[in-house]
């Protein structure tokens, strides 16, 4: 009945996202002990004195660099390591340089790893690196996750919290699909305080404009790219989502998170990694949730993972 | 009695310490809001959208994009900003550079301040730039505070911790002092679980050689080089440094910290920021405790001072 | 647009749910001080002290106890003073006993009161109780705020989390009107995962009969009997109910909480105090959400509020 | 090198102290699961629905009415059970009820115990009956804990938080030997500020008078009687002080604590549990700590070495 936990997260990649994630986890307090490792080493050993130093302040922990095998006994292992865009390279050049950089990782960090490790992959492009996980691993697919739209359902959150002025955490919306693009905010299913959104709306007096959707809907596409304009990079909301999606698994929740996942059947999509509401705990995701889509909503799920499919056949895994 | 608190923090300088000593705030729900001001503005704007979308994930808070103005109405207003060295430019320069940047920057923070808003230096050299603002803001030295050596404190535990393998909680060992190469670990009344290094070391089994404290010494004062080699900055453990602080001031906690502040004749130091261990709280420092050191320890800390109040006349403020 | 905000929370009443409430408040770290007030002025010093042993465990607090006037600089004013039901007492007589006891005690609670500070009433009958501090204050009634059914939508929320396997977070339902017998739960908006109930109920494989929703509303409701049958009263979870709601106006949060406040038209109720999901702030109730109800479900509000309307009336209070 | 651990407490004994202990757990997060055992499993019941009802409110945690082989799995059991005095009955015999009680109760807790799991007990006395369970049970004396002085230590450091006017964070001083009337409390090695307190004394500008130290020592030995005269019994700070344990264990944090742990040669003493400061992690006690007395707080520890001694001979065990 009861599983297993180490309370111990390894963390594939200490750039950005990676040792953010590991900041924010030492704020959690979820974990006792994180490993970074990087092909860089040295960059992996800065991070990790850094973290180290803040130990006085938060809950103990042992933050330290690691190798591969210290994925094999981890609760979770967080993927977050990744080649940049070189000058010139086109977008499918450097997936592929990072699909071979995944096919040289996986099976270290898979080696001899505990039959109850998770995987969480969080590199981009997730979904297409998620399923080269899934495939290279060989694992049970319920343990090989991809982060998929968790950032992105946070953001729709933010953006509804913000326009209408209630709580994030009385707001109801998922993101599906790809982490890309092609996603799909499902506003049929946004729910403020309770509220249908369209509810929610007549009931407010303020008077949006029709094109009210469309317009935050932008608002979220367009989220990545103004951050990555203006700052460089994202870190900080993605670190808490993975953090998010770590507790979940740790912690044995049973939560609600769009990871990404292998569909088998759902909303008729097959052989390919995207986000929908699943049931994740700690054996990863227990369940997938297929539920009431309109018919707008569904096209642009099924375009969102034709996507995803095509670019999987370009890399000619299967 | 009861002061009054607004849950609100004000960032100058929306950097790399500035931006994730915010997202160290939003992890801990000290505060319902946060401002970012930043000279860049869009950088700024980044930071903010970033960690806004994070939102979800914990106590309710607002990150946003702020003006001087809002530092009026903040129970602590942080100052991260700062110039970078530029090729060729002497420390002298860059501190000369800085040092006009805050005479220009502090009227607009303390035009029309909120008589209980405490202002917190983190911009280096934080014991020289703090007395600048102290200088140029004209007012009362208790609410003008340097984050000083409570990071090196951090480290000095951290490193007797993982030396001696006792959790960081049970070990008190402060650094005082410049934030710098003239800081002083004070050996003389470390402390681990409850007892002095020196017995505490003989207790244990291990035998550690005569240069022990040298070696660790060294290893806390050359921590900032080696992370800034590794990692090219160091943000981590400084941005909890920070939210420590602002926790005392905000929590009004009368709580011990090594924060840079005004020598009042204290081990006969007079007219210099530097940091001893003082009592912090709603109002700023409370009070500045003088203890036992050695005579070699109160050596260092008079060269210590020295270093630092040669700085200031060349600076030519007095 | 700041508000101002102390950190301070007064507790009337240090009984079992008054001294958990601030038990609490302690762990959760959102204020930094607590006044208990109790006429049994030994009971408030007994858990006074009880509690603030723990200081060294938890964020600075300061729990000590207080005076009414307490209550004038707080933030927050919690009300959880009653008498209990003496052998022989019909329920209108203890009623009646406690209204002249609020009438006694509100008055000095409100004498030299801040403008900010809100009231939070968790006595039972909660709504009435409710609607007497509202009369006998004078204060605009979003100040005065009843606990309501917080502790029962959260009662909901767990049931059906327990019942369908879904972690609480993922649970949205609200339970409306009187916090008693004649409450009603809101199933026509009750979601899982995003998902209307009666879908989540098809989606999900196992078949739980006809009569599920009557089982589980059955639950709900009996929930407060069966505890006081087990362990003679309730408090834990109406601590952190009475927690969350202070949390909500402390942090100035705009979270929907079904806390009991005056109706003027919603429903086309008026003149009593019920719960319906309302927006809480830093003000108190910003706003009162009105939505889609079954006809079944209007019909048993308004039964609800009847009930209320009839004992205010026997009250003879207006 | 990673210990496993499954995030579940057992708490054997729902009443006053264990129920508060599972709410005060639910509060920090620490677990994901807790069980309550009870001979009176009505009560375990009430108690564990009240909690559970509080689930929304917190992290993901399930807190259910369990059996002894809930126990087997835990990373800690916890034991507050217990009989509470007879009208007539003495001090001795109570003790020895309780004594027979836990020669009934210890081997049904550890029949198939995982090897890893650490026995907590906190029923008075306290020092006896971790001897009790030690005897009874067979296991390493490293897993078997007693609570000992770590409340009396809170206390300590909290009547000198107050006293002098820092924040309990800042005040290190341990009591130790007896959970109860002949407990030293450590003057010599007590520090505020990192100041031993005879000079923070002299520093401080109040005059306290000669006999300050044994006042204070007064209040804290006074504490458990003076609150158990104003409300009946002591449960808040004694919950947090068994969450803390628990924390060092299950977070495996060599956390220095003043538990009650087994005497082999320190100081002089053999063969009787009480309490030293000892470093706790996931193994139960790690190292006992010995370090400097004076000879009057040599002779107080052996006077309370002695008393406990003396009622487990009269309790005949060994
Ligand atoms: N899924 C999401 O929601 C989301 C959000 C933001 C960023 N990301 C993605 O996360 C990834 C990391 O972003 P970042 O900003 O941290 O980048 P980064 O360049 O800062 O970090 C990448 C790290 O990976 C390391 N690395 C490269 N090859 C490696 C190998 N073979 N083994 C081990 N380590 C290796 C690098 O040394 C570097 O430290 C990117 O792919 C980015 O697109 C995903
Ligand atoms: N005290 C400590 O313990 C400690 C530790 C680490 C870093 N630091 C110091 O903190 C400072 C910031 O470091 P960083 O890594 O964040 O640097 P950074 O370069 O990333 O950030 C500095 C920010 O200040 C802004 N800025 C410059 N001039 C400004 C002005 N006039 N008004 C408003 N904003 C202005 C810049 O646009 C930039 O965003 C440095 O001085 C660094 O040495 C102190
Ligand atoms: N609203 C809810 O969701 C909810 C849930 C549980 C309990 N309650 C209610 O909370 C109330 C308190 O319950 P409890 O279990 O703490 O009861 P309790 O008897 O333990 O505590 C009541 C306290 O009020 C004090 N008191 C009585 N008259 C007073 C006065 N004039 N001034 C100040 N203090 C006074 C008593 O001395 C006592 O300490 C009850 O009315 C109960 O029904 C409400
Ligand atoms: N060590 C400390 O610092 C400290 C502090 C406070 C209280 N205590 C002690 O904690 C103990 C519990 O105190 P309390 O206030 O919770 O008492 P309580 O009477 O409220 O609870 C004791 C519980 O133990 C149960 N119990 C009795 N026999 C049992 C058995 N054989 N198996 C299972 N459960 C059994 C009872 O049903 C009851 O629910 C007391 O011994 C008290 O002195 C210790």
Same mark, same amino acid.
């Given at each position: 009945?009861?599983?297993?936990?180490?309370?111990?997260?390894?963390?594939?990649?200490?750039?950005?996202?990676?040792?953010?994630?590991?900041?924010?986890?030492?704020?959690?307090?979820?974990?006792?002990?994180?490993?970074?490792?990087?092909?860089?080493?040295?960059?992996?050993?800065?991070?990790?004195?850094?973290?180290?130093?803040?130990?006085?302040?938060?809950?103990?922990?042992?933050?330290?660099?690691?190798?591969?095998?210290?994925?094999?006994?981890?609760?979770?292992?967080?993927?977050?390591?990744?080649?940049?865009?070189?000058?010139?390279?086109?977008?499918?050049?450097?997936?592929?340089?990072?699909?071979?950089?995944?096919?040289?990782?996986?099976?270290?960090?898979?080696?001899?790893?505990?039959?109850?490790?998770?995987?969480?992959?969080?590199?981009?492009?997730?979904?297409?690196?998620?399923?080269?996980?899934?495939?290279?691993?060989?694992?049970?697919?319920?343990?090989?996750?991809?982060?998929?739209?968790?950032?992105?359902?946070?953001?729709?959150?933010?953006?509804?919290?913000?326009?209408?002025?209630?709580?994030?955490?009385?707001?109801?919306?998922?993101?599906?699909?790809? /982490?890309?693009?092609?996603?799909?905010?499902?506003?049929?299913?946004?729910?403020?305080?309770?509220?249908?959104?369209?509810?929610?709306?007549?009931?407010?007096?303020?008077?949006?404009?029709?094109?009210?959707?469309?317009?935050?809907?932008?608002?979220?596409?367009?989220?990545?790219?103004?951050?990555?304009?203006?700052?460089?990079?994202?870190?900080?909301?993605?670190?808490?989502?993975?953090?998010?999606?770590?507790?979940?698994?740790?912690?044995?929740?049973?939560?609600?998170?769009?990871?990404?996942?292998?569909?088998?059947?759902?909303?008729?999509?097959?052989?390919?990694?995207?986000?929908?509401?699943?049931?994740?705990?700690?054996?990863?995701?227990?369940?997938?949730?297929?539920?009431?889509?309109?018919?707008?909503?569904?096209?642009?799920? /099924?375009?969102?993972?034709?996507?995803?499919?095509?670019?999987?056949?370009?890399?000619?895994?299967?």
């Amino acid at each position: 009945m009861t599983t297993s936990i180490k309370g111990k997260v390894a963390i594939v990649g200490a750039g950005n996202v990676g040792a953010t994630t590991a900041f924010a986890l030492m704020n959690s307090g979820t974990v006792s002990e994180i490993a970074l490792i990087d092909i860089n080493r040295e960059k992996a050993e800065g991070e990790a004195m850094d973290l180290s130093h803040g130990g006085a302040f938060v809950e103990p922990v042992d933050v330290y660099v690691g190798d591969y095998e210290d994925c094999w006994d981890a609760d979770v292992v967080v993927i977050t390591a990744g080649a940049s865009q070189k000058p010139g390279e086109s977008r499918m050049e450097l997936l592929e340089r990072n699909v071979s950089i995944f096919e040289d990782m996986v099976p270290q960090i898979t080696e001899r790893i505990d039959p109850e490790t998770v995987l969480l992959v969080v590199t981009n492009p997730v979904d297409i690196l998620s399923y080269v996980t899934w495939e290279v691993s060989n694992l049970p697919h319920e343990r090989i996750i991809g982060s998929g739209t968790v950032l992105d359902t946070a953001r729709f959150k933010q953006v509804l919290s913000q326009h209408c002025d209630v709580a994030a955490q009385n707001v109801h919306a998922y993101v599906i699909g790809e /982490h890309g693009d092609s996603e799909v905010p499902v506003w049929s299913s946004a729910h403020l305080a309770g509220m249908p959104f369209d509810d929610f709306c007549s009931a407010c007096l303020r008077d949006c404009g029709p094109d009210i959707k469309d317009e935050l809907s932008e608002k979220i596409a367009g989220a990545a790219y103004e951050i990555i304009d203006k700052k460089g990079a994202t870190n900080y909301a993605v670190a808490l989502a993975t953090a998010e999606i770590i507790d979940a698994i740790v912690r044995d929740e049973d939560t609600i998170l769009t990871v990404s996942t292998l569909m088998q059947g759902q909303h008729g999509l097959d052989d390919v990694y995207l986000s929908l509401p699943s049931v994740v705990n700690r054996r990863g995701v227990r369940q997938v949730l297929e539920y009431d889509l309109t018919d707008e909503e569904h096209e642009q799920l /099924h375009a969102s993972a034709e996507t995803l499919q095509e670019r999987l056949d370009e890399l000619d895994l299967r």
